[in-house]
């Protein structure tokens, strides 16, 4: 199902989306503004003009507003060698965020755990459909369903570092207490599991809360996944953080607070174009770069 705009009353499928870089207050992220709203549904079209197959505004189930800023897929910069903050997730990572903002919004808690998960779900679905191959979209959809939920993020890193200690130190021939690294495997283990029942709690379609075993597998799942991808990436995180340190020797932010404009860094607008299909013959359209 297609990413869609609004032209002259009526919805048709999105081929670019106009973002602005705001200047930069952080060094470890880059933020945009959406200058013109998109949006998304999973309905088949209700019209058809010249240009092709038209949605209704009825008919499109989530809208991006203008003047949503947004750090694109949130990925820390660390971790660019593996996975950018921007390419073919560009359109999901907002829409995902532009949700994850409306659950934080919700009255109570259960709530705001079935509306990130519903946002999870669709972010992957969203990747699916901008082309991504299935690694991307299941990594990707792991570390938003895992690190999406702040009451598992501390059980699983401490998780992560025990394994990853453990299996050194078993690698490397010091492994003299096992039955201490055994406890402690089993101890981390025991506090994930408990994070991830809680996280599970949900509010139900007869509004009470209460374990959904979709929402607890999803969970056991994306945090499997993070931890057997966790020993590559860690060497990533490792070899990239060197590489910039070095690279960013002498850096300072440009633009900050109360700075007059002449002062701050240039910033551009960047009209982003997804991989579309192209005719043999037919040019790539250019991205636009305004000052």
Known sequence: MPFVRESKGRWHVCATVDLRQLPERHRTRTRFEVLEEFGYTRLPP????????????????HVVPPGFVTDLA???????????????QTLPAVLHATLYAAARAA?????????????DT?????LRDTGAGPVRQWLMWAGVRTFGSPVVVVPLVVTGVVLLAVGALALGGWLTAPAIALAAVITAAAALLAALV??????????RAHVRADSLGGLVGACGLVLVAAPPVVVVIVVTTLVRVVVELGEEPVA?????????????????SPLLARSPGQARPAPSREP
Do not use: K, M, N, Q
């Open 256 to 272: 900050g607070p109360g700075r007059p404009v002449e002062e701050t860094a240039p910033t551009a607008r960047i009209t982003w």
């Open 107 to 119: 009255p109570r808690a259960p709530r705001t755990r079935r509306l990130r998960r519903e946002a």
């Open 46 to 61: 209700d019209g058809r003009d010249a240009a092709g197959p038209t949605w209704s505004r009825a008919a499109v189930e």
């Open 74 to 88: 949130s990925v820390p910069a660390v971790l660019w060698g593996v996975i950018a903050s921007y390419g073919r």
């Open 198 to 207: 809680v996280t599970g709690v949900e509010e139900g379609d007869d509004g």
């Open 122 to 126: 669709l972010f992957r679905l969203t």
